[in-house]
């Protein structure tokens, strides 16, 4: 398996609250990427990054934000949650921008 | 713009029947093609995937997959589903030009295998 951590791994939430999700890998991969899944759309892509200080917005980006400082981080912040962002997050790495590998996911509940 | 449709959300098969769960793309560039497979509360896995040569891919766990360009699918097939290949099966496309390769994943195909 790919060197992909998350943390935390869930988490419950009040609306309104910030909340920071962490990827960690040990693999050296430049690109990052972070995705949401829910029932019936499968993963949607929120954000990504092909390098340090480098990211770009995905298809579902609105009220996330991201940060990569380090090639072996990539932080997923959303800075007031709502319900709609109850949802399971996953990480995922790629080196030459063909195939992802995925992280365990974090499974976030917003109450 | 790119998009994937999985044509069914749920398969029951019983244990050593075959199975083909179906893939259709939509992109106006060419694309690379993945299957994924999701076990419960796990993350994704890569089962298969077509980047360029031969259109009929081996994958991990007796999976094969065919890329058809005239019919723009990529289905997925198994002679002979295992109780353990019960999961949530993931086709998933990305623009072959694009260097960040942003995946555009289909709704999901839940396969059960019964004995």
């Known amino acids: 398996d790919a060197g992909i951590t998350q943390s935390p791994r869930h988490k419950v939430t009040e609306t309104g609250t910030p909340v920071t999700l962490r990827c960690h890998q040990t693999e050296n991969h430049r690109y990052m990427y972070w995705y949401r899944q829910d029932p019936g759309h499968g993963l949607r892509l929120i954000h990504y990054s092909y390098g340090v200080k480098d990211t770009d917005k995905g298809e579902v980006s609105d009220g996330y934000s991201v940060s990569r400082s380090k090639t072996e981080d990539f932080l997923l912040t959303l800075e007031s949650a709502t319900s709609s962002q109850t949802s399971v997050y996953f990480c995922?790495?790629?080196?030459?921008?063909?195939?992802?590998?995925f992280g365990p996911g974090t499974r976030l509940t917003v109450t | 713009a790119q998009s994937v449709t999985q044509l069914d959300s749920q398969v029951p098969v019983f244990e050593e029947a075959p199975v083909e769960l179906r893939c259709n793309y939509s992109s106006s560039v060419s694309v690379y093609l993945f299957w994924y497979v999701q076990y419960p509360n796990q993350g994704l896995q890569l089962l298969l995937k077509y980047l360029s040569g031969s259109t009929l891919v081996k994958g991990i766990n007796g999976f094969e997959a065919e890329f058809n360009k005239s019919q723009t699918s990529f289905h997925l097939r198994k002679p002979s589903v295992h109780i353990s290949d019960t999961a949530e099966y993931f086709c998933a496309v990305s623009e072959r030009l694009s260097t960040a390769s942003k995946l555009t994943f289909g709704t999901g195909t839940r396969l059960q295998v019964t004995l």
């Open positions: 995922a790495i790629s080196d030459r921008g063909s195939e992802q590998y």
